[in-house]
């Protein structure tokens, strides 16, 4: 089946130390998205790639890095500069990134900073 | 700047009853317009989204939602509510100009259903 593939599902983390998010796709979109969910604020643009070997910060890039190396995988690295990372992540892709593309979400990832 | 306002946070209604979910935007443009539902500990599905022509959309799950631009609105509704509803629901407006996708999200409306 096509989709989106977030893991892990849940991770843990300790103040202080880096984490990567996974995110791949089969859909063979251009464009994928990193958003953070925290309760109450809806969701909130980290990054977002266009093409492979481009990527913008979004609305809350600081503390978070992305790399886009092949046109399937988009990973999300948590630094320990993020202040408060604990919340949902969600990983999205689209068909390109032109406005209007609709644009289809992962299931999510759970982190928590200990 | 874009933005999206859904003014209920919380909303109940009773299983088989009629239901209204408020979203209003602002945007410069044409706006794209889509409404996601979220599961506990889920991604988002997509519901319906709006681009162009007929005002009246329809999604799955037979949700529909209509545009009006004089009220800057997209109210996502359902004539009859099922209990497998329950879940929050976001509006969101397609930004972003030249070849950017970017969706704003308003800050979703959780749904209960009381039996």
């Known amino acids: 089946d096509g989709g989106i593939t977030q893991s892990p599902k849940y991770l843990f983390r300790k103040e202080g130390q880096n984490v990567t998010l996974s995110c791949e796709q089969n859909?063979?979109?251009?464009?994928m998205y990193w958003y953070r969910q925290d309760p109450g604020q809806g969701l909130r643009l980290i990054y977002y790639?266009?093409?492979?070997?481009?990527?913008q910060k979004g609305d809350i890039a600081e503390g978070y890095s992305v790399s886009r190396e092949k046109k399937e995988s988009f990973p999300l690295t948590v630094t320990s500069a993020q202040k408060n990372p604990t919340a949902f992540y969600l990983c999205?892709?689209?068909?390109?990134?032109?406005?209007?593309?609709?644009?289809?979400f992962g299931e999510g990832s759970w982190l928590t900073v200990v | 700047a874009q933005s999206v306002t859904q003014p209920d946070i919380h909303i109940t209604v009773s299983e088989g009853a009629s239901l209204e979910l408020r979203c209003n935007y602002s945007?410069?443009?044409?706006?794209?317009l889509f409404w996601y539902v979220q599961s506990p500990g889920q991604g988002l599905q997509l519901l319906l989204k709006?681009?162009?022509?007929?005002?009246l959309v329809q999604g799955i799950k037979g949700f529909e939602a209509e545009f009006k631009r004089s009220q800057s609105s997209f109210n996502l509704r359902k004539p009859s509510v099922h209990w497998s509803d329950a879940a929050e629901y976001f509006c969101?407006?397609?930004?972003?100009?030249?070849?950017?996708?970017?969706?704003?999200f308003g800050t979703g409306t959780l749904l209960a259903v009381q039996p």
């Open positions: 999205a892709s689209s068909m390109f990134g032109s406005s209007g593309n609709t644009i289809y």
């Open positions: 859909l063979n979109h251009d464009a």
């Open positions: 790639s266009q093409i492979v070997n481009d990527f």
């Open positions: 945007y410069g443009a044409t706006p794209y």
């Open positions: 709006y681009f162009s022509g007929d005002t």
């Open positions: 969101a407006v397609g930004a972003g100009g030249g070849a950017t996708n970017k969706l704003i």
